[in-house]
C-alpha cells in the first residue's frame, strides 16, 4: 500500500484520546487476494466504557464553545481529508476492495458531510413562540443530546462513519464509534486527521473490535451513551432497538433496502440502462440503495434486455488498484456464497441468464443479467448484495406499483418515464424514503438519506441531519 503520508495508516484504537495498542489483534485483509494487510487493535466493553466516560466530560466542554468554534474545527478536518483524499482512498480501497476511482470518490462524497455539517453548525436555531398569556413568555431551546455511539457497515468505511460523526460534533455531542471489523482503517484514519484539526481530546473515539455483540450491548447499555447511530443490516438494527428499550435509547438506524427499479414503455431506454448500471453495479452492487428488483414494462422488456446486456458485457472485473477495474470483489466467501444461492434459486425457479452467472476467482463474481424473474425468488425478495440484475416483466402501472411496494424494505425507488404525471403518481406511490427519477444515482449530503418500514428511521445529511443529535427544551418564563 503506498502512501504519502504512512502516519494515516494507523492500526492502534482511538479511546478517549490517546491512541493505544492491545494484546488481542483484529488481522486486516485485502478482499482482492486475502493477503493480511495489518493488525489493529482489538477494543473490549471495558475500553469502550472508558471511551463514553471520559466522552462525557469532554463533550460538557466541547457544547460550551461556540458554534463557530466548533464550526472552525470541522471545517480544518474537512480540509485535511480533502487534502489527503489520495491516501485514503488507497487505504480504503485496501481494506474494503472498491476499485481506486471509486474509493476517491467516497472519500469526497464522506468529506462532503463534514463540510456540510461545519457549515450547519452555525445553525442550530431555536425558537421563541407567542405566550399564552400576557406575563408569558415561550422559548424554544436546541440542545446536544450528550454522548453518541454510533456503529457502522464495511461497504463505506468511510463515508459512513462521516456521515454520523460530522453531525454529532457539529451538534455539540461527543461520539464513540466502532467501525466493522473487515474494514477499521478508513476510520482510524480519519480519526488522525480530526486530532490534527484540533478535535479536543476524548470527543471521538474509534473502537475497532472482533465483539461486535459485546460493544453493541456496552452502547446499549451504559446510560451515559444517550444515543446510538447505526448503519447496516436490518436484523442488526432489530437487534439494537431491542436492547436499547430498557433505556428507551435514541435510535437513528440506516438499515436494508429492496430497491425496485421501474422502466415504463415511455421512458428513454439508454438513460434507464445507464441508469440501472449506476444504480446495481456500484460498489459491484453492495451498496443499501442499490437496486435489487429490476421491473420493466412488457412492451420495451427484450429492448431494455438487449441493451443493458451489451452496456453490462463491458464492466471490467480486477482488482481495485488496477485502474481499468469497474467491479472489485465483494467483501468476503460468504458474500459470494450468497449471490450465487441467488442466481443458482432465480435459474431454477425459471429465470434466464442471459449474461454472466458465475464467480471470478477469489471473491470476485461476473456481473450478471437475469430476465424471467419473478416474485417467488430470493433474488427480489431478499438484498442480494453483489452484481447481479434480475429483469421482471410488469403489463400495468398499478401492477408494479403493488409489486414494488409487496416488501418489507422502504429505503430507495428508481422510476424511468418521460410522463410527468405519471413521475409525480409513483413518487407519492412508492413506499419508501427516497425516490430517483430517470436516474440512478440519488446519494448527496444536501439530501436527507434514509428509509421507512424495515429499512429505518432517522435521516442522514441535509438541514433534517443535525435533528437526531438535538434535543428541543421549552422554556416557559412568568414576568
Ligand atoms: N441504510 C444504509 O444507509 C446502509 C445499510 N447497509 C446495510 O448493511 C448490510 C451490510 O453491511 P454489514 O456490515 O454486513 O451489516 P451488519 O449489520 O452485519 O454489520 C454492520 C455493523 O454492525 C456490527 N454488528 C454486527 N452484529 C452486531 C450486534 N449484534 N450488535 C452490535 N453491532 C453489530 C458490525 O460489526 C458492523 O460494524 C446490508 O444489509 C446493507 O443494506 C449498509 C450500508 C448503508
Ligand atoms: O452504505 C451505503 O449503501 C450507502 O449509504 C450508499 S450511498 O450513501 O453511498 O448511496
Not at 457549515?119 to 425558537?127: N, W
Not at 435510535?251 to 430497491?259: F, I
Not at 430507495?412 to 409525480?424: E, I, K, M, P, Q
Amino acid at each position: 500500500m503506498h502512501l504519502n503520508d504512512t502516519s494515516l495508516l494507523e492500526t492502534r484504537a482511538f479511546v478517549a484520546g490517546e491512541w493505544i495498542s492491545t494484546t488481542g489483534k483484529l488481522t486486516v485483509v485485502n478482499p482482492a487476494d486475502s493477503t493480511i494487510l495489518v493488525e489493529v487493535a482489538d477494543c473490549d466493553r471495558t475500553i469502550a466504557a472508558r471511551s463514553i466516560s471520559f466522552a462525557a466530560s469532554a463533550q460538557v466542554l466541547w457544547a460550551k464553545r461556540t458554534a463557530k468554534d466548533r464550526a472552525s474545527i470541522l471545517r480544518r478536518w474537512y480540509d485535511l481529508v480533502v487534502a489527503n483524499a489520495d491516501d485514503l482512498a488507497m487505504i480504503l480501497m485496501s481494506e474494503m476492495g472498491k476499485p481506486l476511482a471509486e474509493a476517491h470518490g467516497e472519500v469526497l462524497y464522506g468529506a462532503s458531510y463534514i463540510e456540510w455539517f461545519a457549515e450547519e453548525a452555525k445553525r442550530v436555531y431555536g425558537e421563541t413562540i407567542p405566550g399564552h398569556a400576557e406575563d408569558k413568555r415561550l422559548l424554544v431551546l436546541r440542545q446536544p443530546v450528550g454522548v453518541v455511539a454510533a456503529i457502522t457497515p464495511w461497504n463505506f468505511p468511510n463515508a459512513m462513519i462521516a456521515r454520523k460523526i460530522a453531525p454529532a460534533l457539529a451538534a455539540g455531542c461527543a461520539i464513540v464509534a466502532k467501525p466493522a471489523a473487515e474494514t477499521p482503517l478508513s476510520a482510524l484514519a480519519l480519526a488522525v486527521l480530526a486530532e490534527r484539526a484540533g478535535l479536543p481530546k476524548g470527543l471521538l473515539s474509534i473502537l475497532p473490535s472482533s465483539d461486535a455483540v459485546g460493544m453493541g450491548r456496552e452502547f446499549c447499555e451504559n446510560p451515559t451513551v444517550r444515543k446510538i447511530s447505526f448503519t447496516g443490516s436490518t436484523n442488526v438494527g432489530r437487534i439494537l432497538m431491542k436492547q436499547g428499550a430498557d433505556q428507551i435509547k435514541k435510535l437513528s438506524l440506516e438499515l436494508g433496502g429492496n430497491a425496485p427499479f421501474i422502466v415504463f414503455d415511455d421512458a428513454d431506454i439508454d438513460v434507464a440502462v445507464d441508469g440501472l448500471i449506476a444504480s446495481k453495479f456500484r460498489n459491484a452492487g453492495q451498496t443499501c440503495v442499490c437496486t435489487n428488483r429490476i421491473y420493466v414494462q412488457a412492451d420495451v422488456a427484450d429492448q431494455f434486455a438487449t441493451k443493458l446486456a451489451q452496456k453490462v458485457a463491458t464492466l471490467k472485473v480486477g482488482a481495485g488498484s488496477d485502474p481499468a477495474s469497474q467491479i472489485g470483489p465483494l467483501i468476503s466467501m460468504a458474500a459470494l456464497a450468497k449471490v450465487e444461492d441467488h442466481v443458482a434459486d432465480a435459474v431454477s425457479g425459471g429465470a434466464k441468464l442471459v449474461l454472466g452467472g458465475h464467480g471470478a476467482g477469489g471473491t470476485f463474481y461476473m456481473p450478471t443479467v437475469l430476465a424471467g424473474c419473478n416474485a417467488t425468488m430470493k433474488i427480489t425478495r431478499e438484498e442480494t448484495f453483489g452484481p447481479v440484475a434480475g429483469l421482471i416483466r410488469f403489463e400495468s402501472e398499478a401492477e408494479v406499483i403493488a409489486a414494488a411496494n409487496d416488501t418489507e424494505f422502504g429505503l430507495a425507488a428508481y422510476v424511468f418515464t418521460r410522463d410527468l404525471a405519471r413521475s409525480w403518481r409513483m413518487m407519492e406511490a412508492l413506499e419508501c424514503g427516497m425516490v430517483g427519477v430517470n436516474t440512478g444515482h440519488i446519494s448527496t449530503e444536501l439530501a436527507p438519506f434514509g428509509g421507512i418500514k424495515q429499512s429505518g428511521m432517522g435521516r442522514e445529511g441535509s438541514r433534517h441531519g443535525l435533528e437526531d443529535y438535538l434535543e428541543l427544551k421549552y422554556c416557559c418564563i412568568s414576568m
